[in-house]
């Protein structure tokens, strides 16, 4: 089987068009479950600038925590 592989110009290559849409399915649950995204808004920044502060990206990262 030929394996061809896609992506757009904004992001890289995931799925090879070969993999079943069941596994392709599986595996993106799996990554939401390892990589977690935070949500950062005004009371996340606000919170930051309160913290004892090193850098503005670690005091946010523990606010948002």
Not at 25 to 53: C, H, N, Y
Request: no cysteine.
């Amino acid at each position: 089987m030929k394996r061809v592989l896609t992506r757009s110009r904004r992001s890289p290559i995931l799925f090879e068009k070969s993999v079943a849409p069941t596994k392709e399915k599986r595996t993106l649950a799996a990554m939401l479950r390892v990589f977690s995204v935070a949500t950062v808004d005004g009371a996340v920044i606000q919170d930051a600038l309160e913290l004892p502060r090193l850098t503005l990206e670690g005091t946010v990262t523990a606010a948002a925590a």
